[in-house]
């Protein structure tokens, strides 16, 4: 609750990782990311008017007027100026990719993730989408904000079998905690206030400490969220 206001796991993830846009230059988010397109929408709405919002569909701060089901709906083509992946890619390069949001199926207490395959048996037990360039991206942006719908053992595992990519992991916003990195590791930041040290803990594949609570959303936050958002789409990550 934030005051008299209900708010869902999406709400406050996205408000997490608006917040944490609050210095940032640019930010980029890429195929597939639903909750970063609102953070990056909130983040330049209430705290980061100049950030620069690059996207997958190759456009320099869309002007979305609703909120689309898909991160390549042509609502992230309305723009007054392109940049092309290459672009995007060799900004990274450079070290001039300030932000970047990435993501992967498991996540390991390095801040490793795998999007490429689990085995069993020297054989590929399920394969996933691949990294889609995220192996360019994350050692050389400045600081990377993985996302995860899903918080549990399967996910936040010891070590990952397979590193689709690693780097430099500035916060791990999942829907019960956020991460730090700290002496080489990930360490628990912040518990979102409607869980708890205990949840988080057992829903962990490696040990974490006690960590204070996320401060809730405000009622600006989720009156900006609601009005531009009726029809909760930003919840589709959480039904699939």
Known sequence: ???????????????????????????????????PFFAIWLGKKLY????????????????????????????????RASITLAEIFDMSARGELDVAFLSGVQIDRYGNFNLSHISEGGRIKTQFTGGAGSA????????VILWRTRHDKRTFIDKCPIVTASGNVYRVVTPIAVFRKENGGLVLDSIHPYSSYDEVRENTGFPVSPAPFTPPPTEEELNLIRDFDPERVREIEFSV
Do not use: C
Request: aromatic share 10%; proline share 8%.
């Open 48 to 79: 980061n008017p100049n950030l620069t919002w690059l996207n997958i569909p190759g456009r320099i701060n869309p002007s979305p007027d609703f909120a689309p089901r898909t991160t390549v709906h042509d609502q992230l083509y309305k723009g």
């Open 136 to 143: 360019l991206i994350y050692p050389n942006t400045k600081r």
């Open 1 to 35: 609750m934030s005051g008299n206001y209900e708010f869902s796991k999406a709400d406050m993830m996205i408000v997490v990782m608006a917040r944490l846009l609050r210095e940032a230059e640019n930010a980029f988010m890429g195929v597939a990311s639903n909750l």
